[in-house]
């Protein structure tokens, strides 16, 4: 198993570029999340789905959109981007309950100019 | 709403010291405690879980719901225990596909 993929690993993006964080993983894991990652602030959600076609918001959701077409992948996007998202996002996925471990990805980190 | 506290951005110890990491919470209902760690280069990792009460790498943490707290502690700190370490809240009977995190503390072993 591969486990919690993210792709790219790096990018660079101008303001008000849009993109798409790729997230897969193969599991069959019902729960898979987003959180960013900020230097003194911790991880923070995004967004998370606990289904195929079922998503919300997080904590920090603004300037984000997502969508859970299949089990597997939960793909961010950024539409237009800003210096404020310049971030590491962090996929991960989880089967939900809390006995569970949350499986996390190798992160994304993402600089916006 | 929940929050999750690591006084402590940095710590520093040496190797064979015992070494404790502090984590505060507030939440009004129960909670459910985790802590992860991140190691140099790799991926966010489950450490601890309160609700199993296991040890791993050599590492302890209780729930005291007194003092709303959730600290860890190793005995005998290692150079490879190094890393950034977060604690994280879910309330009981939520998931944790939805954890509060703290700031993290970034422990250092000195050799």
């Known amino acids: 198993n591969a486990g919690v993929t993210q792709t790219p690993k790096f990018q660079v993006l101008k303001t008000g570029q849009s993109m798409t964080l790729q997230c897969a993983q193969d599991?069959?894991?019902?729960?898979m999340s987003w959180y960013r990652q900020d230097p003194g602030m911790g991880l923070r959600l995004i967004h998370y789905?606990?289904?195929?076609?079922?998503?919300d918001q997080g904590e920090v959701p603004n300037g984000y959109n997502v969508s859970r077409s299949t089990t597997e992948d939960f793909p961010l996007r950024l539409l237009s981007a800003a210096p404020s998202q310049t971030s590491v996002y962090f996929c991960?996925?989880?089967?939900?309950?809390?006995?569970?471990?949350?499986?996390f990805g190798p992160g994304t980190r993402l600089t916006v100019t | 709403a929940q929050r999750v506290t690591q006084p402590e951005k940095l710590l520093s110890v040496f190797k064979g010291a015992p070494v404790e990491l502090k984590c505060n919470y507030s939440?009004?209902?129960?909670?459910?405690l985790f802590w992860y760690v991140q190691y140099s280069r790799q991926r966010l990792q489950l450490l601890l879980r309160?609700?199993s009460r296991e040890s791993i790498k050599g590492f302890t943490a209780d729930l005291n719901k007194g003092e709303t707290s959730f600290h860890q502690k190793k005995p005998f700190a290692q150079e490879e225990d190094s890393a950034m370490y977060y604690c994280?809240?879910?309330?009981?009977?939520?998931?944790?596909?939805?954890?509060?995190f703290g700031k993290g503390t970034l422990l250092t072993v000195n050799p």
């Open positions: 599991m069959n894991h019902e729960y």
């Open positions: 994280a809240l879910t309330p009981r009977g939520g998931s944790n596909y939805k954890l509060t």
């Open positions: 789905s606990v289904g195929a076609g079922i998503t």
């Open positions: 991960a996925s989880s089967r939900g309950t809390t006995s569970y471990e949350q499986y």
């Open positions: 309160h609700i």
């Open positions: 939440y009004s209902g129960s909670p459910e």
